[in-house]
């Protein structure tokens, strides 16, 4: 499989657009979206999740991922960390291609569910995201507190993630 960039993207995304006959939303949510954002870390997939007619999408997806040798992953972003409250505001438009709306996700639901996984290229994307000023620290921290009752609900050790948060906690404010 191919390194993920933003030309690789890119050209994902026309001949995505090229395919699909109907309307769908396309959401970007790991370390793809950050490469869209600038980060100089390298990524290897491409996680996504899909709002609208999923069948013709999943299958254009599933052709495309074979012709343009990238790993494509749909991600069930709701089962690995609560939603966070306004989320579907904060996604950011990346473009119309034919008939799909492509959207980089919550960047506070990336980074918390990148915190929740505590590696450290997560702990690496979420410092990027902050060093970069995409998100602050003063809402991430309030976003955790209020996932933090959640978390065992979803796919979240409460106990890891309260380690991997003072983990970063540590490195940004030292």
Do not use: H
């Amino acid at each position: 499989m191919e390194s993920v960039t933003a030309q690789a993207l890119e050209r994902f995304f026309i001949r995505l657009g090229e395919q699909i006959s109907i309307p769908i939303k396309f959401f970007l949510i790991g370390g793809s979206a950050l490469c869209l954002l600038g980060s100089p870390r390298e990524t290897l997939d491409i996680d996504y999740f899909i709002e609208g007619e999923t069948d013709e999408a999943e299958q254009s997806l599933k052709e495309l991922s074979a012709e343009l040798k990238l790993d494509l992953e749909s991600v069930p972003l709701k089962e690995f960390i609560p939603l966070l409250p306004g989320a579907e505001a904060r996604r950011r438009f990346v473009g119309k291609f034919g008939k799909v709306e492509v959207y980089i996700f919550d960047l506070y639901s990336i980074a918390l569910s990148k915190i929740a996984r505590g590696f450290e290229s997560d702990l690496e994307d979420v410092e990027f995201m902050l060093k970069e000023n995409l998100i602050s620290w003063e809402e991430l921290e309030a976003d955790y507190q209020s996932i933090l009752p959640e978390a065992n609900k979803a796919d979240i050790n409460p106990k890891e993630f309260n380690i991997y948060f003072a983990t970063l906690k540590q490195r940004i404010k030292g």
